[in-house]
């Protein structure tokens, strides 16, 4: 054989180099995908996984910005759109895109800061590369800048079905094809679980329903809240409580929005609140001054930690493993 193999073959090394330092710079992220089929005709293909850290009592992951600088991100499918640090994304020269800017609207129902949306080039997340991603910038406050640089929201994680395993701190991507009528048989696990059936907003926003003392609401999942919330309207509206009793008895906490507004939150006992076949008993939830608008309030943390839990975008469902 010739020693000059030619631009084709040297292309080809270079691109098996590239994609080598590309998993190995991903620690414990998946690089190869597992195709697994059902014999409900479900087509599973894993494409990657990654680790996650709790902090705060929220989960972060680690993402490659443009294929060399690791970025801290908050997993956050109560966020519409993903977003990056604005100090961050000029300092890594990330191009403004053409077009309108863009605003947040936080849980306190007020707009923020209008930015130009940013070009990340490539991100690897979760062992998986994304090209040309558009990113919203925000503004992190004095007393944020420990927390992530940037949010992965449902613009990215709706590209594939999810799973988080919570107690052993995992995220998995996974592309799932059609399972014919309604998906019933759709199964991923072996292990016991509960399925329940959700609705997927136009911008990609998990909402399912919960029954809370007989009454059922719609909220919102939302993994980058820690504590499950219900407005203050919806209480008086479809629970029926009198909020002045409300303000007068319940422990009063405050919380603040994305954009440093002040929400009280009232924490009100519940008789019982299920979620699909799961019931829980003389549960406390945060009433708040939250606007979370069309939704009756959002599905946090405090539920699901605990759980190993598939957001199906696929054949839209929520599996949630049963604990013993």
């Keep these: 054989m010739p020693c000059n193999e030619g631009p084709d073959r040297g292309h080809r090394i270079e691109k098996t180099i590239r994609r080598f330092l590309l998993c190995l710079s991903l620690a414990f992220a998946g690089c190869g995908a597992t195709t697994r089929v059902h014999a409900d005709g479900c087509a599973v293909e894993k494409t990657g996984e990654t680790p996650m850290a709790r902090v705060r009592g929220q989960y972060q992951v680690t993402a490659l910005v443009n294929g060399e600088t690791p970025v801290t991100f908050l997993v956050d499918t109560g966020a519409e759109t993903s977003v990056v640090d604005i100090d961050l994304a000029e300092r890594l020269g990330l191009p403004a895109r053409p077009g309108r800017r863009t605003f947040l609207i936080g849980t306190d129902g007020l707009r923020g800061k209008s930015y130009p949306k940013v070009t990340i080039a490539r991100l690897v997340f979760a062992g998986v590369e994304f090209q040309d991603v558009?990113?919203?910038?925000?503004?992190?406050?004095?007393?944020?800048?420990?927390?992530?640089?940037?949010?992965?929201?449902?613009?990215?994680?709706?590209?594939?079905?999810?799973?988080?395993d919570f107690p052993n701190e995992r995220l998995a991507l996974y592309r799932v094809s059609p399972c014919g009528s309604g998906h019933i048989g759709f199964r991923p696990w072996l292990a016991p679980h509960d399925a329940v059936p959700v609705k997927i907003a136009a911008r990609n926003i998990v909402s399912l329903p919960v029954i809370v003392d007989g009454t059922e609401l719609e909220l919102a999942l939302d993994t980058?809240?820690?504590?499950?919330?219900?407005?203050?309207k919806t209480a008086a509206r479809k629970l029926s409580m009198d909020l002045e009793r409300?303000?007068?008895?319940?422990?009063?906490?405050?919380?603040?929005?994305t954009?440093?507004?002040?929400?009280?939150?009232?924490?009100?006992?519940?008789?019982?609140?299920?979620?699909?076949?799961?019931?829980?008993?003389?549960i406390v939830i945060k009433v708040s001054e939250i606007q979370v608008d069309p939704y009756d309030g959002l599905l946090g943390l405090d539920f699901l930690h605990s759980r190993k839990v598939w957001i199906s975008y696929a054949t839209r469902q929520l599996l949630v493993a049963r604990t013993r």
């Excluded at 980058?224 to 203050?232: M, N, Y």
């Excluded at 409300?246 to 929005?257: G, H, N, V, Y």
């Design 134 to 164: 558009a990113m919203a910038q925000a503004e992190r406050k004095a007393e944020e800048l420990r927390r992530p640089q940037g949010t992965i929201g449902a613009d990215l994680l709706s590209r594939f079905d999810v799973e988080f």
């Design 224 to 232: 980058g809240a820690t504590r499950t919330k219900i407005p203050l």
């Design 246 to 257: 409300l303000k007068q008895d319940a422990p009063e906490t405050i919380s603040r929005s």
């Design 259 to 282: 954009h440093g507004t002040q929400m009280r939150n009232y924490a009100q006992r519940f008789e019982s609140v299920r979620i699909g076949a799961a019931t829980y008993r003389n």
